[in-house]
């Protein structure tokens, strides 16, 4: 089955450590995504990559980093660096950045918690 | 003022209304417009794409008006399973790389 693969489901950060989140599609996506979803509130964009080996900060890079060194793959680390790192984070890929139609298809997301 | 922006509900109907919900946006260069379903601790998923003419699937009727940059979502005969979260994504103009910009979300309940 073809997919966006997220683990692990559930992660319990201690302070002053990083934390890297998997994230797997098989869908054969140019584009994937990493979004953060706090209680009662939208979506808000961590990073984002176009292409292997590109990627672009979104609107709350701080305290997080990525790599983008196979198309399959775009983990995100939750470094120490961060300091309220609870939330629901979200992976999410599509065919093709610049394909304004093109629809965006999510993993089921991992929850962070703070020890 | 929000990027996206949509009445939080919470919506409680009973089985068999109907329901509409409405979201604006403030990039009147937006090219594309969805609507996701998100359950309680659960990903959001595609509801369905919403189109300048106005689209239908089923229950649900997606409709656009760019001139007034709002989009609305309206749910007939509602289940006891349309009970969810629905939130208003818009994609943002083409140099921004496919960025998809959501609303917080409504809240929607369907009781018996």
């Known amino acids: 089955d073809g997919g966006i693969t997220q683990s692990p489901k559930y992660l319990f950060r201690k302070e002053g450590q990083n934390v890297t989140l998997s994230c797997e599609q098989n869908?054969?996506?140019?584009?994937m995504y990493w979004y953060r979803q706090d209680p009662g509130q939208g979506l808000r964009l961590i990073y984002y990559s176009q292409i292997v080996n590109d990627f672009q900060k979104g609107d709350i890079a701080e305290g997080y980093s990525v790599s983008r060194e196979k198309k399959e793959s775009f983990p995100l680390t939750v470094t120490s660096a961060q300091k309220n790192p609870t939330a629901f984070y979200l992976c999410?890929?599509?065919?093709?950045?610049?394909?304004?139609?093109?629809?965006?298809?999510f993993g089921a997301g991992t929850r962070l918690s703070v020890l | 003022r929000k990027e996206v922006e949509q009445d939080p509900g919470p919506f409680n109907v009973p089985e068999g209304a109907t329901v509409a919900f409405n979201c604006t946006y403030s990039n009147s260069a937006s090219q594309s417009f969805f609507w996701y379903r998100q359950d309680c601790r659960k990903e959001p998923k595609l509801l369905m794409s919403v189109y300048s003419s106005g689209n239908e699937d089923g229950r649900f009727t997606a409709q656009l008006n760019r001139a007034s940059q709002y989009i609305s979502l309206l749910i007939r005969d509602s289940k006891l399973s349309d009970s969810a979260t629905y939130l208003c994504?818009?994609?943002?103009?083409?140099?921004?790389?496919?960025?998809?910009?959501f609303g917080q979300g409504t809240i929607l309940t369907v009781h018996p």
């Open positions: 869908l054969n996506h140019d584009a």
């Open positions: 999410a890929s599509r065919a093709d950045s610049l394909r304004p139609r093109d629809i965006q298809y």
């Open positions: 994504v818009v994609n943002s103009a083409r140099l921004s790389y496919g960025k998809l910009t």
